[in-house]
């Protein structure tokens, strides 16, 4: 399942996993579409663009707002083995010159420029001749007059999509205010323009996590609350995706599997039926979820512990795309953590990422034992301080009063 982004992700910028969101606006940049991505400081909004250049190849240009921004970050990407220039005022004249020859030559992936050089008509004729087929705008909030950083050389990059029909536009800021965001997506890209906009936060998902007991019965009582509304239930393993299907679908639920050891017509089949019909609970392995855009799926429900974190928030954030809201529950036991443990002894690769792993799944078990507030826990993990959610389970329903700590006070008492 490694696809080109992947790949980059891994053998150039040395990481496992994308963070919250970056997949998703790196797919819709693949895609040709713009995106603004607005995620808090620190969460890692370059490699959304830094990615998809190294993907599509030819010539990306990043505008940046501050020059030490740029040295930074070129410099940061040449380590990497990246062909990255910038052109800016803090260097020589012959610096400048020996850095165009190579980005006219076609030797450069990602050009870092300041508004204002190149918004002149100079640099912008001679950008027009070569392969441009990115424009990544750093800091976007800057564009506009209602952000807390108005910068007039901003303004003249509303001229971009014109100049550039077709390129399409990533614009990323931290800037998450409702009124600059519109106006930095209506200055940039248009009307016309599909635009995408991705936070970090969900916060119209509802987040659970349940002790595993029988999790048939589980599952079925979960999935019977929602009559009509598509879902989707991962399980660990190809036979407990049927398994969970024909058990759902005997109790008159409109289940269907998907696994990548199917037959591929059926496969097709079930996907297509839950892309289109209502109502359509899809059990899968995480075979199932790449690319999978459906805006109302109401609920996400894992019978099993998944891989990591980082793997969990991606499985969750395909609930409630619409901005509806959306449950999402799990299931976790010892017997999933031995596995998982077990799964890490057998992969390959040192004692390191081992250890590593092993330090990830304990995050992860943190998240399920959490004894306050999930959604702060979870953010926390990324990098994000937030206040109780007060919507998921541990906010409606704090742990003095579960029943586990009531059941242990009554023996305790006896
Ligand atoms: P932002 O621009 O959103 O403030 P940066 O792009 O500067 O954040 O990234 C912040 C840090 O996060 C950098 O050190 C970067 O290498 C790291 N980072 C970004 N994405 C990932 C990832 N998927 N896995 C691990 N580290 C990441
Ligand atoms: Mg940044
Ligand atoms: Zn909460």
């Known amino acids: 399942m490694t696809d080109a982004k992947q790949q980059v992700l891994?053998?150039?910028?040395?990481f496992d996993d994308f963070r919250p969101g970056q997949a998703d606006i790196i797919d819709t940049l693949l895609a040709g579409r713009s995106a603004l991505a607005v995620m808090p400081t620190g969460a890692g909004k370059s490699l959304c663009f830094q990615v998809p250049a190294l993907v599509l190849g030819g010539l990306t240009i990043v505008v940046s707002p501050l020059v030490a921004l740029m040295q930074d970050q070129v410099a940061a990407l040449r380590?990497?083995?990246?062909?990255?220039?910038t052109i800016n005022s803090s260097r020589s004249?012959?610096?400048n010159i020996a850095s165009w020859r190579r980005v006219a030559a076609g030797e450069t992936r990602l050009l870092y420029l300041a508004p204002e050089r190149l918004m002149t008509e100079r640099m912008l004729t001679a950008l027009e001749r070569l392969d441009v087929r990115l424009i990544a705008v750093d800091e976007a909030h800057c564009i506009s007059q209602w952000g807390p950083a108005f910068r007039p050389e901003y303004e003249d990059l509303a001229r971009l999509r014109e100049i550039f029909p077709g390129v399409?536009?990533?614009a990323l800021t931290a800037t998450a205010d409702a009124t600059t965001r519109k106006d930095v997506v209506e200055r940039l890209f248009g009307n016309q323009a599909e635009s995408f906009v991705l936070g970090f936060d969900r916060p119209n998902l509802q987040l659970g996590v349940e002790v595993k007991r029988t999790w048939k019965n589980q599952l079925l009582a979960f999935v019977q609350r929602y009559?009509?509304?598509?879902?989707?239930?991962?399980?660990?393993s190809r036979r407990k995706t049927e398994e969970a299907a024909a058990f759902l679908a005997e109790n008159g639920v409109k289940a269907l599997a998907y696994h990548a050891g199917m037959d591929k017509q059926l496969r097709d089949a079930n996907q297509n039926a839950f892309m289109t019909d209502d109502g359509v609970v899809m059990v899968a392995t995480i075979a199932f979820g790449m690319g999978i855009d459906k805006p109302d799926v109401r609920f996400v429900f894992h019978c099993d512990l998944p891989a990591s974190v980082e793997a969990y928030y991606q499985e969750i954030g395909r609930a409630g795309r619409d901005g509806q809201p959306a449950e999402v529950q799990m299931l976790y036991g010892l017997d999933d953590i031995r596995m998982r443990r077990v799964f890490i002894e057998q992969e390959d690769g040192g004692d390191d990422r081992r250890r590593r792993e092993h330090q990830r799944l304990d995050a992860l078990i943190g998240y399920c034992e959490s004894p306050s507030c999930r959604r702060r826990l979870l953010l926390?993990?990324?990098?994000?301080?937030?206040?109780n959610c007060g919507n998921c389970d541990l906010c409606r329903n704090p742990v003095e009063l579960s029943d586990g700590t009531a059941e242990g006070q009554k023996i305790l008492a006896v």
Do not use: N, Q
């Open 227 to 236: 009559e009509s509304a598509s879902g989707i239930v991962y399980c660990l």
């Open 10 to 14: 891994k053998e150039v910028f040395g």
């Open 380 to 387: 926390e993990y990324f990098g994000e301080t937030m206040e």
């Open 168 to 170: 399409p536009i990533a």
């Open 79 to 85: 380590l990497a083995g990246v062909e990255a220039e």
């Open 93 to 95: 004249r012959e610096d």
